[in-house]
């Protein structure tokens, strides 16, 4: 029986995606900052584990409390919207700590049981930020972009070991809590001066007719954490499958 280990299990993507992999009779670590357990089913198959990704010795103590894991997915991330012209220098590095290197160092902190082993997967969820340019969303573009080039490279680097590398790509979502966690960072993120624009750009988002689903996202992870061909990108959900189509 295989092993999960997902980061940002607490709502979402990630708790979603836990959900998933346990109906499908794997072992779950779901690991978050602050554990819920009231979120996720009891089960002796299911784990909640505590990790911030942006804390070395919390990856350490979450991975030697997980033991050996198959399939690492990196799902943990902040989000950011508003006018790079006003964004603080602090909370772009911020969101860069967890969506960029939080990543990296998750990844870092795996890779020496997977190369032993000579198997194991990685899957990087980025966002559809990165398939088409999407305004307002500067920075965290740019935290995902780097996740892409990441992984494409990793991907290569670690052939030799048989160790996979995939990116999930997910689409625009409503019903996540985005802009609801992100709320105290993007205060005063959209002076006067670009309030026509961003009201223009709200606006459309509440036209969009084919948006993405947490379970969108969770069957786009699950289909890559099984896939054995070179596929690397994986887009989840209708909005995102349209802009590589």
Request: one cysteine or more; proline letters at 6%; charged letters at 15%.
């Amino acid at each position: 029986m295989k092993t999960v280990l997902i980061t940002g299990c607490s709502s979402g993507y990630g708790l979603e995606t836990a959900r998933h992999f346990h109906a499908q009779g794997w072992n779950v670590v779901a690991t978050m900052r602050t554990p819920r357990e009231d979120v996720l089913p009891r089960s002796d198959r299911l784990r909640v584990v505590a990790l911030d990704v942006t804390k070395p010795e919390s990856i350490a103590a979450a991975l030697e409390a997980s033991g050996p894991i198959d399939v690492l997915v990196n799902n943990a991330g902040i989000g950011l919207l508003g006018a790079f012209e006003v964004t603080p220098m602090a909370t772009v590095r911020e969101v860069f700590e967890t969506n960029t290197f939080g990543v990296m160092a998750m990844t870092q902190a795996v890779l020496p049981q997977f190369r032993a082993r000579k198997s194991g997967v990685i899957v990087n969820v980025t966002s559809s930020a990165t398939l088409a340019p999407m305004p307002l969303v500067a920075v965290y573009t740019a935290s995902k972009m780097a996740i892409e080039g990441f992984t494409a490279s990793l991907a290569f680097e670690l052939e030799a070991f048989n160790v996979r590398v995939k990116l999930v790509e997910p689409g625009y979502c409503p019903n996540t809590s985005f802009t609801s966690n992100g709320g105290a960072r993007m205060e005063g993120l959209i002076p006067e001066a670009y309030a026509p624009f961003a009201g223009r750009i709200f606006a459309s988002f509440g036209q969009l007719t084919a948006v993405t689903s947490a379970s969108d996202v969770a069957e786009g992870v699950w289909r890559a954490a099984n896939d054995a061909t070179g596929t690397l990108r994986f887009p989840a959900g209708p909005d995102a499958v349209a802009l590589v189509s």
